[in-house]
């Protein structure tokens, strides 16, 4: 497992931008699949976006599709959640995940490593 530590979060208007970054420690990062998810106020945690081991492969949850990136930098061992378009819908705690595999996945059960989570407020 890794140890996953986000930043970025914050309160932004409806229709603006931020920069999620979510860095892990460990030498083996790089065989990681990672992915985003968020959790809103009295809801389930949800899948937002996933990437593969070496940031060729992308999968994105459909109300962020044309909205959110995701990416990653193996050397730095980071990912990053650039977000645009930012609605009130979006206001949640978002998580960062990870899993030792080749593979990708949407399913929250599937990662085995959690960050503490950043909040993500955007305003009407």
């Known amino acids: 497992q890794v140890q996953l530590v986000e930043s970025g979060g914050g309160l932004v208007q409806a229709g603006g931008s931020l920069r999620l970054s979510c860095a892990a420690s460990?030498?083996?990062?790089?065989?990681?699949?990672m992915a985003w998810f968020r959790q809103a106020p009295g809801k389930e945690r949800e899948f937002v976006a996933t990437?593969?081991?070496?940031?060729?492969?992308?999968y994105y949850k459909d109300s962020v599709k044309g909205r959110f990136t995701m990416s990653r930098d193996n050397a730095k061992s980071t990912v990053d959640l650039q977000m645009t378009s930012l609605k009130p819908d979006d206001t949640a705690v978002y998580y960062c995940?990870?899993?030792?595999?080749?593979?990708?996945?949407?399913?929250?059960?599937?990662?085995?490593?959690w960050g503490q989570g950043t909040q993500v407020t955007v305003s009407s």
């Open positions: 990437i593969n081991w070496s940031g060729g492969v992308t």
């Open positions: 460990g030498r083996t990062f790089s065989r990681y699949a």
């Open positions: 995940a990870a899993r030792n595999s080749i593979s990708i996945s949407n399913q929250r059960s599937w990662y085995d490593s």
